[in-house]
């Protein structure tokens, strides 16, 4: 098995990195900009996996992404394996936070809205494409921290939550998850999420 890492150098780039080399897996770390079609699929010949832990400075630029490796996907044969989209999970009271109107996101939070809206759209692409994807949505609070607990991980649309009410995982934990999906792919052609007890 032989990965295209794509975004490997953020906080959770960087944990699945430690994690994939842990494994012995053989992993490629995508250099050069995802939104360049041609560095992308010049990286990803031979490939049998890419996974992305991308980030990106707007909506567009996921959406341009996403379809950059949608189409590798497609005429490579290979299966995707993507991070993101937290804010598409419903929360207990039902509501998505990437059901917001874009114009009257908190103020605050506007740092948020390339991941929020951006991830959404991604998903839609992939739901609609006929690729082998998989997508991991992490917890509604996802922190650089240490794990705190046992980990519980679900195919589902619907946010998990701990004994305490929390809606947890650490980037650790998400790095765990990944490269358990990329080894034994249990969520072909869905979304999972999950939660840290603590």
């Known amino acids: 098995m032989k990965i295209l890492h794509i975004g490997y150098q953020g906080k959770l780039g960087t944990r699945l990195s430690n994690e994939l080399t842990n494994r012995k897996i053989e992993t490629i770390k995508f250099e050069g900009d995802a939104l360049n079609y041609q560095n992308l699929l010049t990286q990803a010949q031979g490939v049998d996996i890419i996974v992305s832990t991308v980030g990106a400075n707007s909506v567009e630029d996921f959406e341009t992404i996403a379809k950059n490796v949608i189409k590798i996907a497609t005429d490579l044969n290979i299966r995707v394996l993507w991070s993101g989209g937290a804010a598409t999970l419903i929360q ?86 990944l490269a358990d999906e990329l080894e034994n792919p249990r969520y072909l052609n869905s979304r999972f999420t999950i939660v840290e007890e603590g």
Do not use: C
């Open 92 to 177: 207990k009271d039902g509501t998505r936070i990437a059901d917001l109107d874009i114009n009257t996101f908190p103020e605050e939070l506007k740092g948020w809205i390339p991941a929020v809206y951006g991830h959404a759209k991604v998903l839609d692409l992939f739901k609609a494409s006929p690729i082998n994807w998989t997508f991991m949505s992490p917890a509604l609070d996802f922190q650089d921290i240490e794990p705190i607990g046992d980990v519980k991980v679900m195919k589902t649309d619907e946010a998990l939550y701990n004994s305490q009410n929390n809606s947890f995982a650490s980037y650790i934990s998400g790095a765990k998850a």
